[in-house]
């Protein structure tokens, strides 16, 4: 079976300081990962995926498959970072996208 | 403007009484999937759609249906069989059975048995 974990139900940062958000998964094939973010008042939309090794408005996350974790990183948190965040697991089966439970992230100026 | 639209965003339900929320999409997109989202659990798989007319059951199935005759459209339906109904529902469709296609949700829609 596969599992997403997100230890942090909340992160309070201040602006200008590192920002990692943690996620773990439980998978033993070949995983897809993603995040995903939802702004307040906005829709949940994707902020990036493993397999495209992009950067999306400073977020980087690395898939390190032998911890088993696809963490979230920004050098300099800026106030319009403050979201939900949830980290997500594709692979058991086509379209079953497996969320975390989400993490709060705040940023306080 | 293009996008995946869901209605209505509030609705209240007395149990015992069947329910069903909409969900619509104009992208063109052969998928379409439902989530249950609750404080502190994410979001949960309910029932997904490769294609018209052919549905599966997600991980919270039991309570729920669904139907997808149109391409455009998967209707949720949430029975009185389903024990503890208030939530938080979304939808969401994405355009092909690849793995890494991305997701694109609607606002939701805030179920409240009353």
């Known amino acids: 079976a596969q599992r997403v974990t997100q230890p942090e139900k909340l992160l309070s940062v201040f602006k200008g300081a590192p920002v990692e958000l943690k996620c773990n998964y439980s998978?033993?094939?070949?995983?897809?990962l993603f995040w995903y973010v939802q702004y307040s008042r906005q829709r949940l939309q994707l902020l990036l995926r493993?397999?495209s090794r992009e950067s999306i408005k400073g977020f980087t996350a690395d898939l390190n498959k032998g911890e088993t974790s696809f963490h979230l990183k920004k050098p300099f948190a800026q106030e319009e970072d403050s979201a939900m965040y949830y980290c997500?697991?594709?692979?058991?089966?086509?379209?079953?996208?497996?969320f975390g439970a989400g993490t709060q992230v705040v940023v306080t100026p | 403007d293009g996008g995946i639209t869901q209605s209505p965003k509030y609705l209240f339900r007395k149990e015992g009484q069947n329910v069903t929320l909409s969900c619509e999409q104009n992208?063109?997109?052969?998928?379409m999937y439902w989530y249950r989202q609750d404080p502190g659990q994410g979001l949960r798989l309910i029932y997904y759609?490769?294609?018209?007319?052919?549905?599966q059951k997600g991980d919270i199935a039991e309570g729920y249906s669904v139907s997808r005759e149109k391409k455009e459209s998967f209707p949720l339906t949430v029975t009185s069989a389903q024990k503890n109904p208030t939530a938080f529902y979304l939808c969401?469709?994405?355009?092909?059975?690849?793995?890494?296609?991305?997701?694109?949700f609607g606002q939701g829609t805030r179920l409240t048995v009353v």
């Open positions: 969401a469709s994405s355009k092909d059975a690849r793995l890494n296609t991305e997701a694109f």
């Open positions: 992208l063109n997109h052969d998928a």
């Open positions: 998978y033993s094939g070949s995983p897809e």
């Open positions: 997500a697991l594709g692979g058991d089966s086509w379209g079953k996208l497996q």
């Open positions: 759609s490769q294609i018209v007319n052919d549905f």
């Open positions: 493993h397999i």
